[in-house]
């Protein structure tokens, strides 16, 4: 500990630039962590908010477009109602629109069908909850979009006219597209292609999205079978975004580069470390020559790369969520957590400490009398 210290003060400004090289890396992490949150919420927050245990599809629908594949008879609502451990089983619906208000905004919605009186129903912070049959409870970011509440938007190509009655309070998107919750009936003309005045196709009635499912309190349902009486297949909540437009692709090209940066923080300390050791092999020759042992000698280089890592990380992390307040709230999808940035700092000092003690490790092994002697 103390020869480490000491180094560090000697070698203010070689220190300094590794640290500099580990804070931009930091920063980095700190902004993909918040990038990587915000697409996240862009893109499935809709569901997150939604008090769903699991969602029970179409049988053999393909997992990656099952809100926009799967439909499902109504009728399986009650084969899952009747199922051990299962509070509440309910008809729910998913679709895209494009619409336009009367006061000529143009604005895609997810429109996500509920029964008014159901425990998926929104609660509002502006306006009234879903009650009417051609009210709809927009997200508090479609406001942000240019929605009021009082307005009426159309629907495209169907002429479908919808009043806006309430906000949420949150932000619910899916797909990055704002959630508009409209009364299940409604949902099902729309997604029949059924415009005012139209005849009605006897199926619309019956079709459905899926079953969405809460489970009791402390309790487990057994999906397999449910699935098996109701000739559905189910994914739990966090199974389900993956059926959101992009969410997989998105998510997992952000994870690949977070994991390149990982690996290139160990790398660059390992190499710094590296390079380090060689320097100062023959002041370790003495020093094992004097009685130090190789614990020691290891213990104190750690140390050292600890400090390092520590007061860097901390100062890139500091910065980085300095600039994510700059950017949270615009037009980005971003959105700083705790747990992002905390996971992404430790991280980075986790696998620079691992980089540095490989490199390192090469202490430990030096004889004295061969190190001494090479140069003596």
């Known amino acids: 500990m103390f020869l480490a210290i000491r180094e560090l003060r000697f070698a203010k400004v070689r220190f300094g630039l590794m640290g500099a090289v580990v804070g931009l890396i930091a920063v980095l992490m700190v902004m993909l962590s918040g990038l990587s949150v915000g697409l996240v919420r862009d893109g499935v927050s809709g569901l997150q908010n939604l008090p769903v245990t699991s969602f029970a599809f179409e049988r053999g629908v393909q997992h990656d477009s099952a809100f926009?594949?799967?439909?499902?008879?109504?009728?399986?609502?009650?084969?899952?109602?009747?199922?051990?451990?299962?509070?509440?089983?309910?008809?729910?619906?998913n679709t895209l629109i494009n619409a336009k208000s009367n006061r000529g905004v143009d604005i895609d919605l997810a429109l996500f069908g509920v029964t008014p009186d159901s425990f998926l129903s929104p609660k509002v912070s502006e306006g009234t909850r879903l009650n009417a049959a051609d009210g709809i409870v927009v997200s508090g970011t479609a406001l942000d979009a240019g929605l009021r509440v009082g307005d009426t938007i159309t629907v495209d190509r169907l002429g479908t006219k919808l009043r806006v009655v309430g906000a949420t309070a949150e932000q619910n998107t899916f797909g990055h597209v704002d959630v508009a919750y409209v009364p299940l009936q409604t949902w099902q003309l729309i997604k029949a292609g059924a415009a005012p005045g139209d005849p009605v196709p006897e199926h619309a009635a019956q079709d459905i999205t899926a079953v969405a499912v809460r489970a009791q309190p402390g309790a487990s349902v057994d999906l397999a079978a449910g699935d098996t009486a109701a000739g559905t297949e189910?994914?739990?909540?966090?199974?389900?975004?993956?059926?959101?437009?992009?969410?997989?692709?998105?998510?997992?090209?952000?994870?690949?580069?977070?994991?390149?940066?990982?690996?290139?923080?160990a790398l660059v300390v390992g190499a710094f470390f590296a390079v380090w050791a060689i320097q100062r092999q023959h002041e370790v020759a003495v020093l094992r020559a004097m009685g130090a042992s190789r614990g020691w000698l290891l213990r104190d280089a750690l140390t050292q790369a600890f400090i390092l890592l520590l007061a860097a990380v901390a100062v890139g992390a500091g910065i980085g969520v300095g600039l994510g307040s700059l950017i949270t709230g615009g037009g980005a999808p971003f959105a700083l957590s705790a747990p992002s940035v905390t996971g992404a700092a430790t991280g980075i000092v986790l696998l620079g400490l691992l980089g540095?003690?490989?490199?390192?490790?090469?202490?430990?092994?030096?004889?004295?009398?061969?190190?001494?002697?090479?140069?003596?």
């Open 234 to 265: 189910s994914l739990t909540l966090k199974q389900s975004y993956g059926a959101s437009p992009g969410y997989t692709a998105e998510t997992s090209t952000l994870q690949l580069i977070q994991g390149f940066l990982y690996a290139i923080s």
């Open 68 to 93: 926009s594949r799967s439909v499902v008879d109504v009728s399986a609502v009650d084969a899952w109602r009747s199922r051990p451990g299962v509070a509440e089983a309910v008809p729910y619906g």
């Open 356 to 376: 540095a003690g490989i490199a390192v490790a090469r202490i430990a092994s030096i004889d004295p009398a061969t190190a001494l002697g090479g140069n003596r």
